[in-house]
């Protein structure tokens, strides 16, 4: 059974900072690993996608590594902002299962991070 | 930008009341999820379709049902709802199973 565990729970900075927010797996057969964000109350925003094939994606100030055979990702956030101030999930994908047709997203419990001014 | 919509954002409704939450996306995508999160938790699926007239349960049980008639559309509806059931809940759709899931803004129900 696949387990999702981010690290850390909770991660409060001052503006400007550079921060990793870290997501580890526990099955390694996966098709790929994507990071959101989550407002308060809202749903959800995609913001990178890494194919199993990939080592990491680019899009912004963000950067998510993946290492498939440690069963690790992490998010890379640059001059952080207020403005990022959010949860961060991260999910990954299995091949299908278990009689089912599609490939289970399973999430992380998410990283609640806070960039102060 | 993702184009899928969930309506309502928010509804407060009473026991035993029938509720259909809508799901609607403009991207073509064959594949439609709906998931459920309790404050604070991690997301489960709970209903799944790969396309039109094809639809399976997902890995948290749940009193709810799916309909999949059009590509566009994937409501999901509580015949009588109990408080039980109050959590958001939250679609997404993508092109293939392995391809990048776009999500909607959430419905948070709530059934007093």
Request: contains cysteine.
């Amino acid at each position: 059974k696949q387990e999702v565990t981010q690290i850390p729970a909770a991660l409060s900075v001052p503006e400007g900072e550079n921060l990793v927010l870290n997501c580890s797996f526990t099955d390694s057969a996966i098709y790929n690993l994507q990071w959101f964000r989550q407002d308060p109350g809202k749903g959800l925003t995609s913001l990178l996608l890494i194919q199993s094939s990939q080592r990491e994606q680019t899009s912004g100030r963000l950067n998510a590594s993946l290492d498939k055979s440690s069963g690790r990702s992490t998010l890379y956030i640059a001059a952080s902002q207020p403005g990022d101030s959010a949860t961060y999930l991260c999910a990954v994908r299995r091949p299908p299962a278990g009689g089912t047709s599609y490939g289970k997203l399973t999430f992380g419990q998410g990283t609640i991070l806070t960039v102060h001014p | 930008e993702a184009d899928i919509y969930q309506t309502p954002r928010y509804l407060v409704i009473g026991t035993g009341k029938k509720i259909t939450l809508e799901c609607s996306q403009t991207m073509g995508h064959d594949k439609m999820y709906w998931y459920q999160q309790d404050p604070g938790m991690e997301l489960h699926l709970i209903h799944y379709s790969y396309g039109v007239n094809s639809t399976e349960k997902g890995d948290l049980s749940s009193e709810s049902t799916v309909s999949r008639i059009r590509t566009e559309h994937f409501p999901l509806t509580l015949e009588s709802a109990r408080p039980s059931h109050t959590s958001q809940y939250l679609c997404a759709s993508s092109v293939t199973q392995n391809t990048e899931a776009f999500f909607g803004q959430g419905t948070r129900l709530t059934v007093v």
